[in-house]
């Protein structure tokens, strides 16, 4: 029986196994990736079945909301386990058609790029540039126009379904977190497999392509709607900006005054003067820092280094982990051996600039490390000296234990 669309069952199986290995929690129905899997086949060809002949509908999302770091909440949307799946098979179809077009300083959930290749741009931009305005879109993801979402992704494809089934998944209802459920009549919830990839479309041609039409001398990066613009006066980053503004006001966004500013990137070769100097991208704080030229000469470099809310975020991943929070009585080997890959993960990525400045973290870790030790070891209870120098003999004869002291020297010699 021919079908109205053609999908092919070999996408929707390596969709599967892209949504299998990113993980995440289960929608509104509670199925977990154990229990799609445990009737895998069936699942499978349910999914291919009503994509194919046009009959798939998204269930509701279910919204979870994460704290932020100023009090306020970030909302997520968790799609079931077959929504993702069905919202990757859209994403590997569209994805090669605009990954083409996509500009050059567009880092956000792309293939080959990442966070770190948009810092270490922004770095060297900074060093040229004087001036940065750190640019934030108020609520971006809840505030998408979706007519010009749809109009944005026709002008990439053609096809039927994928054009049908992004418009579905933008009006599919939200169940908050007091079992209410909404009606979406604009934006996108993060979260979503497709959303990432929404998102791009719709600044890409609503800023980066606007950019370098009308301004094709002015730098950026941006990351996902993260972006700093990079210019050479005040004045020209004022008439940006006021350009800016009026750009996102037609696409129906708003950036938000209290979040975007203009930033001063002041070094030893900058005599100018203003009061914001300093500016957060992506977990990393841009600021004048003292530094050593390859001459042991010291001098001022706007330079990143892991900011200070990234610091407390980890502290705060630290302090809750279960192994050390709770009552854990096993081996030292199995404790490092639990928070080693989260360790690992900070070094990577904030190591990458001024790994010094991940000391004060590394440093937090080996005071839970002792108080842990404290509690194992009944004779060192009360004794933080003889706990710290348990931890400093274990080092010198177990380096690589941890992974913050494979990269730290914290003991001297």
Same mark, same amino acid.
């Given at each position: 029986?021919?079908?109205?669309?053609?999908?092919? /069952?070999?996408?929707?199986?390596?969709?599967?196994?892209?949504?299998?290995?990113?993980?995440?929690?289960?929608?509104?129905?509670?199925?977990?990736?154990?229990?799609?899997? @445990?009737?895998?086949?069936?699942?499978?060809?349910?999914?291919?079945?009503?994509? *194919?002949?046009?009959?798939?509908?998204?269930?509701?999302?279910?919204?979870?909301?994460?704290?932020? @770091?100023? =009090?306020?909440?970030?909302?997520?949307? &968790?799609?079931?386990? @077959?929504?993702?799946?069905?919202?990757?098979?859209?994403?590997?179809?569209?994805?090669?058609?605009?990954?083409?077009?996509?500009?050059?300083?567009?880092?956000?959930?792309?293939?080959?790029?990442?966070?770190?290749?948009?810092?270490?741009?922004?770095?060297?931009?900074?060093? +040229?540039?004087?001036?940065?305005?750190?640019?934030?879109?108020?609520?971006?993801?809840?505030?998408?126009?979706?007519?010009?979402?749809?109009?944005?992704?026709?002008?990439?494809? $053609?096809?039927?379904?994928?054009?049908?089934?992004?418009?579905?998944?933008?009006?599919?209802?939200?169940?908050?977190?007091?079992?209410?459920?909404?009606?979406?009549?604009?934006?996108?919830?993060?979260?979503?497999? &497709?959303?990432?990839? &929404?998102?791009? #479309?719709?600044?890409?041609?609503?800023?980066?392509?606007?950019?370098?039409?009308?301004?094709?001398?002015? %730098?950026? $990066?941006?990351?996902?709607?993260?972006?700093?613009?990079?210019? !050479?006066? %005040?004045?020209?980053?004022?008439?940006?900006?006021?350009? #800016?503004?009026? +750009?996102?006001?037609?696409?129906?966004?708003?950036?938000?005054?209290?979040?975007? /500013? &203009?930033?001063?990137?002041?070094?030893?070769?900058?005599?100018?003067?203003?009061?914001?100097?300093?500016?957060?991208?992506?977990?990393?704080?841009?600021?004048?820092?003292?530094?050593?030229?390859? !001459?042991?000469?010291?001098?001022? *470099?706007?330079?990143?280094?892991?900011? !200070?809310?990234?610091?407390?975020?980890?502290?705060?991943?630290?302090?809750? %982990?279960?192994?050390?929070? =709770?009552?854990?009585?096993? !081996?030292?080997?199995?404790?490092?051996?639990?928070?080693?890959?989260?360790?690992?993960?900070?070094?990577?990525?904030?190591?990458?600039?001024?790994?010094?400045?991940?000391?004060?973290?590394?440093?937090?870790?080996?005071? /839970?490390?002792? +108080?842990?030790?404290?509690?194992?070891?009944?004779?060192?209870? +009360?004794?933080?000296?003889?706990?710290?120098?348990?931890?400093? $003999?274990?080092?010198?004869?177990?380096?690589?234990?941890?992974?913050?002291?494979?990269?730290?020297?914290?003991?001297?010699?």
């Amino acid at each position: 029986m021919s079908k109205s669309f053609e999908i092919s /069952k070999q996408l929707v199986w390596e969709s599967y196994l892209a949504v299998k290995a990113n993980k995440g929690s289960a929608g509104i129905d509670g199925q977990t990736m154990e229990g799609f899997e @445990s009737n895998l086949k069936s699942n499978l060809y349910k999914i291919w079945n009503r994509l *194919s002949s046009g009959s798939y509908f998204p269930p509701p999302v279910r919204r979870v909301e994460i704290p932020k @770091s100023n =009090g306020k909440i970030r909302p997520l949307g &968790i799609p079931t386990i @077959s929504d993702r799946i069905a919202q990757m098979v859209i994403k590997k179809r569209l994805e090669p058609l605009v990954e083409p077009h996509f500009h050059d300083d567009s880092y956000g959930y792309r293939p080959r790029k990442s966070a770190l290749d948009a810092i270490a741009q922004a770095r060297r931009r900074c060093w +040229r540039d004087d001036w940065v305005l750190d640019m934030d879109i108020r609520g971006f993801f809840d505030a998408l126009d979706h007519k010009l979402v749809m109009v944005a992704v026709s002008r990439f494809t $053609e096809c039927r379904w994928t054009l049908l089934y992004i418009e579905r998944w933008l009006k599919a209802d939200v169940i908050l977190p007091n079992g209410e459920q909404l009606h979406r009549t604009q934006g996108t919830p993060q979260g979503g497999v &497709i959303s990432p990839l &929404i998102a791009n #479309i719709f600044l890409h041609l609503g800023f980066d392509k606007w950019m370098q039409e009308h301004f094709p001398c002015i %730098h950026f $990066e941006r990351y996902a709607d993260d972006i700093v613009v990079h210019c !050479r006066s %005040h004045k020209q980053l004022e008439h940006i900006e006021r350009n #800016i503004r009026e +750009r996102f006001a037609w696409c129906k966004l708003e950036l938000c005054p209290e979040k975007t /500013k &203009i930033v001063y990137c002041k070094d030893s070769n900058r005599n100018g003067s203003y009061p914001i100097q300093s500016f957060d991208f992506l977990g990393y704080t841009f600021r004048p820092r003292s530094t050593r030229d390859s !001459r042991g000469k010291f001098f001022v *470099s706007f330079s990143p280094a892991v900011s !200070r809310k990234a610091l407390k975020a980890m502290r705060q991943k630290i302090k809750v %982990h279960p192994m050390i929070k =709770g009552c854990f009585s096993g !081996r030292i080997e199995d404790l490092a051996k639990a928070i080693n890959p989260m360790i690992q993960g900070w070094i990577n990525y904030y190591g990458r600039f001024c790994k010094s400045s991940m000391s004060t973290i590394y440093d937090y870790i080996n005071g /839970k490390l002792m +108080r842990w030790i404290r509690r194992k070891h009944k004779p060192l209870q +009360r004794r933080k000296m003889r706990s710290g120098q348990w931890l400093r $003999e274990l080092y010198r004869r177990y380096p690589g234990l941890f992974a913050h002291w494979r990269v730290w020297n914290w003991v001297a010699e």
